[in-house]
């Protein structure tokens, strides 16, 4: 595949041992940001998406799995990464690769004959923002840094491990994202909605139409607080399962709210356009001699000559 033999590249890694020391070892891998692009160039049609891409109930997820003989990494220390738009997986027929990983005085082999567990890792930071428990955000330097103290449990995103089943931890920390992000993208949706009735001019002539829709704007935004108010409580309660199916009725009553509101300040301005438009004219009356002297002037120029008689 041409995505694939353009993204490969050769490089020495230095490999830190369990006694302390280095040594340099040639690895062979694939460069993500290349790798995406030239895919990205192959689908220019927007052919990684499925025929049920726009479907509500399902997200389609385009993995990209390689299959190489020789050992093969991505980025030089991954078998499988979460991209913008994609996961790209790589298998190769080792199946005791040694990691740049050690625990407890031993390297971390990785049998790259079965990448699942960082396939299922990679999956799911693409889909939820999931990420391994050994990365904290660091304040002092205002990003991601790396604590070994934390990579516990045996789940797909701890490395220490091999387990390929997301705890329950990790299953509420996917369920509060989808909850956390449903709930923000509600708020922007009513604000937005609720702005767009602020900059409205109000009109003596527009008070009734307001007012006829009125209740059901009133009507679909309770509905949207209380789903809130839902939410809130069940979340307050652990009960992050029981919240996420609540977030497409959510997704629906914004939308509801925002279209009355756009029906309602559609009907207002027929009645602006119409039934008060006013055309001023004015005139200026500086431009009065300017307008006499060319009309003179074009009739002296075009003005009709009387014929000489011609004499012999």
Not at 21 to 37: E, R
Not at 47 to 66: A, C, D, Q, Y
Not at 71 to 99: G, T
Request: one cysteine or more.
């Amino acid at each position: 595949m041409m995505a694939f033999s353009m993204a490969r590249r050769a490089a020495a890694v230095p490999l830190l041992l369990v006694n302390g020391t280095y040594k340099s070892t040639v690895s062979t891998y694939l460069d993500s940001a290349i790798l995406q692009h030239q895919l990205q160039k192959l689908n220019e049609h927007n052919s990684l998406k499925g025929r049920h891409s726009n479907h509500r109930s399902t997200l389609e997820v385009p993995i990209f799995w390689f299959i190489h003989n020789e050992p093969i990494l991505l980025d030089k220390h991954y078998q499988a990464k979460a991209l913008s738009n994609m996961v790209v997986v790589v298998q190769s027929d080792d199946d005791s690769w040694e990691s740049h990983l050690q625990c407890n005085g031993r390297p971390i082999l990785w049998d790259l004959r079965k990448p699942v567990k960082a396939a299922i890792a990679a999956t799911a930071e693409y889909v939820s923002g999931l990420l391994p428990p050994h990365l904290v955000y660091s304040h002092a330097h205002e990003t991601a840094i790396e604590d070994w103290t934390w990579s516990v449990g045996c789940n797909p995103s701890a490395v220490t491990s091999e387990g390929s089943q997301l705890s329950e931890f990790q299953q509420d920390v996917i369920a509060r994202n989808y909850i956390i992000t449903s709930v923000e993208e509600s708020i922007q949706v009513i604000n937005s909605a609720i702005q767009q009735l602020v900059i409205e001019r109000t009109t003596e002539k527009g008070f009734k139409i307001f007012k006829a829709h009125e209740s059901k704007m009133v009507e679909k935004y309770n509905a949207v607080v209380s789903l809130w108010r839902r939410v809130s409580a069940m979340s307050k309660g652990l009960r992050y399962g029981d919240a996420v199916k609540l977030m497409s009725m959510l997704e629906d009553a914004s939308n509801g709210f925002s279209s009355a509101v756009n029906s309602t300040i559609s009907s207002l301005h027929p009645v602006q356009c119409t039934r008060e438009r006013k055309v001023d004219v004015q005139l200026d009356l500086t431009t009065l001699p300017a307008f006499l002297a060319v009309f003179l002037l074009l009739w002296f120029l075009l003005r009709p000559r009387r014929p000489k008689p011609k004499i012999n």
